[in-house]
């Protein structure tokens, strides 16, 4: 099932703060982010696993709520070569590691 | 290390047409996926394989056929185009068999007129 996330679109300026949802009606084992810039493929940022942790990968770091069966993405002090669209893949407890992604949330940083 | 590729880049089809994109990985991955990107609506799996010689579908497989008869490569056939499948067309591939990231090809952009 799609998991959804919010919002749709965010518009920031350099040096703001970011956070993008991702929340699923069905237990999750783990949760994906990737960033894709327009006319790009997609590309890796982390993986999450259930046990509620969090990750950071330089400025962009994730949680993930298993009980809540959300994740968060948290996007600091953002920069201009953050600006793409934002997806998470959630794959489901008891699955087949397949994950399924949102819809994306684009992010746009102005200088 | 050339990662994930595929052919061609871009495409116009006729209703009606057939044609096979191809996907071809030099990582050893078990699992490979296929995928459509259309506005709005993120990334739908239409199928994907955990091993050479085998296949499963995905969210939306209509229309569309694959095989797997090679580790290294994916083949996606359509075999009488409509314009409801002009799309972005991504494969990606993965280790599999336990939580890894997928790693993307660059896509193939399909015109169906």
């Known amino acids: 099932q799609q998991p959804v996330q919010s919002p749709q679109a965010v518009i920031l300026r350099e040096g703001e703060d970011a956070v993008i949802n991702c929340s699923s009606s069905k237990a999750l084992y783990s949760v994906h982010w990737y960033r894709q810039k327009h006319g790009e493929a997609p590309v890796f940022l982390m993986i999450?696993?259930?046990?509620?942790e969090q990750k950071g990968h330089e400025k962009i770091s994730a949680s993930f709520n298993e009980k809540k069966q959300q994740s968060s993405l948290y996007l600091t002090a953002s920069q201009l070569s953050y600006s793409g669209t934002y997806f998470c893949g959630t794959e489901e407890a008891g699955g087949s590691y397949i994950p399924t992604f949102g819809r994306g949330t684009s992010l746009i940083v102005h200088p | 290390n050339a990662g994930v590729t595929q052919t061609p880049k871009f495409r116009v089809l006729k209703t009606g047409q057939s044609m096979t994109l191809l996907c071809a990985q030099d990582m050893n991955h078990e699992y490979m996926y296929w995928y459509r990107q259309d506005p709005g609506m993120g990334l739908r799996l239409i199928h994907y394989?955990?091993?050479?010689?085998?296949?499963a579908k995905g969210e939306v497989p209509d229309g569309y056929n694959v095989s797997r008869l090679k580790k290294q490569n994916f083949l996606l056939g359509l075999e009488s185009a409509a314009p409801s499948q002009t799309s972005v067309y991504f494969c990606?591939?993965?280790?599999?068999?336990?939580?890894?990231?997928?790693?993307f090809g660059p896509g193939t952009r399909l015109t169906v007129t």
């Open positions: 394989s955990v091993g050479e010689g085998t296949t």
């Open positions: 990606a591939s993965t280790n599999g068999g336990t939580v890894d990231e997928q790693y």
């Open positions: 999450l696993l259930k046990g509620g």
